[in-house]
């Protein structure tokens, strides 16, 4: 019996690349995105789409049931849906906050509460975390962004503890530095929401340093490819730190005091 795997923003970047790589190991594969349109090339390769908002109960629980419908089961999900929106603490409104916070954490959570009861029952599942780096550090502007990151660790490695006796696995992903769209949306909102209040000058450092971050960063294929490993090995890691520097930069976190991090950091927006 082949394995099915959910897979949320599929319409591109990492998820895009999982859902193919998935394809090729053998898995019924349904990715989901909020832009079905965007997702039209993964028919060829054998993905069925669905359409779904994380932020929408509707489209969540009618995505689960359409796939439990034709399949019976779903044995692997694949949080990566995610949202990068950057702006001072002080500048950002609460709204936006609570968005970021409803994407990132709060529709992973209820996703995952929805195939729990199914994967309990078959008594296996992997249950796939996107973090990110920003999951152990901060940086300037970064501030909801980085506390959603922080967020999906401890929510994971907590849930990892509760799903052990059911035989599901919990693995969080950390990637670095990645070519996708998302670093521009993040650019394009801290300019926007700081970069001409009282933040304004590091705020424009900040979004040179991600032009540069941009050229020396990974393509998703490196993520997808750490994913599908996570997937398909009998006994997966806790977490994998992957692409663009992510070795590199956890250690050097885990090595300085946290305000030498602070200036290593601010120097890189000189």
């Given at each position: 019996?082949?394995?099915?795997?959910?897979?949320t923003?599929?319409s591109?970047?990492?998820?895009?690349?999982?859902?193919?790589?998935?394809?090729?190991?053998?898995?019924?594969?349904?990715?989901?995105?909020?832009?079905?349109?965007?997702?039209?090339?993964?028919?060829?390769?054998?993905?069925?789409?669905?359409?779904?908002?994380?932020?929408?109960?509707?489209?969540?629980v009618?995505?689960?049931?359409?796939?439990?419908?034709?399949?019976?089961?779903?044995?692997?999900?694949?949080?990566?849906?995610?949202?990068?929106?950057?702006?001072a603490?002080?500048?950002?409104?609460?709204?936006?906050?609570?968005?970021?916070?409803?994407?990132?954490?709060?529709?992973?959570?209820?996703?995952?509460?929805?195939?729990?009861?199914?994967m309990?029952?078959?008594?296996?599942?992997?249950?796939?975390?996107?973090?990110?780096?920003?999951g152990?550090?901060?940086?300037?502007?970064?501030?909801?962004?980085?506390?959603?990151?922080?967020?999906?660790?401890?929510?994971?490695?907590?849930?990892?503890?509760?799903?052990?006796?059911?035989?599901?696995?919990?693995?969080?992903?950390?990637?670095?530095?990645?070519?996708?769209?998302?670093?521009?949306?993040?650019?394009?909102?801290?300019?926007?929401?700081?970069?001409?209040?009282?933040?304004?000058?590091?705020?424009?450092?900040h979004?040179?340093?991600?032009?540069?971050?941009?050229?020396?960063?990974?393509?998703?294929?490196?993520?997808?490819?750490?994913?599908?490993?996570?997937?398909?090995?009998?006994?997966p890691?806790?977490?994998?730190a992957?692409?663009?520097?992510?070795?590199?930069?956890?250690f050097?976190?885990?090595?300085?005091?946290?305000?030498?991090?602070?200036?290593?950091?601010?120097?890189?927006?000189?």
């Open positions: 019996m082949k394995k099915v795997a959910l897979v923003g599929a591109s970047g990492i998820g895009m690349e999982t859902a193919k790589l998935l394809v090729k190991q053998g898995y019924i594969v349904y990715g989901a995105a909020r832009r079905v349109e965007k997702m039209q090339a993964l028919k060829q390769d054998g993905v069925k789409l669905l359409a779904m908002d994380v932020t929408d109960e509707v489209a969540m009618s995505g689960v049931n359409q796939v439990l419908q034709a399949e019976g089961r779903i044995d692997v999900l694949v949080n990566n849906a995610g949202y990068g929106s950057y702006g603490l002080e500048d950002v409104p609460m709204s936006e906050a609570r968005y970021q916070f409803e994407v990132n954490i709060f529709g992973m959570a209820r996703l995952t509460q929805l195939v729990l009861p199914h309990r029952g078959q008594r296996s599942g992997r249950i796939i975390n996107i973090s990110s780096i920003g152990k550090l901060g940086e300037p502007h970064g501030t909801w962004y980085h506390a959603t990151k922080y967020a999906v660790e401890g929510l994971s490695d907590s849930l990892r503890m509760e799903l052990k006796e059911f035989g599901i696995d919990v693995v969080i992903i950390e990637p670095g530095a990645i070519i996708t769209e998302w670093a521009g949306i993040a650019r394009e909102h801290m300019l926007k929401t700081s970069g001409d209040t009282a933040y304004g000058a590091l705020t424009r450092k979004a040179q340093m991600f032009e540069k971050a941009d050229k020396m960063g990974s393509k998703p294929i490196v993520v997808a490819k750490t994913i599908v490993k996570a997937i398909t090995t009998s006994r890691k806790t977490r994998y992957t692409g663009g520097g992510a070795k590199v930069i956890l050097a976190k885990a090595l300085l005091s946290d305000r030498m991090f602070d200036r290593v950091m601010l120097g890189m927006m000189k």
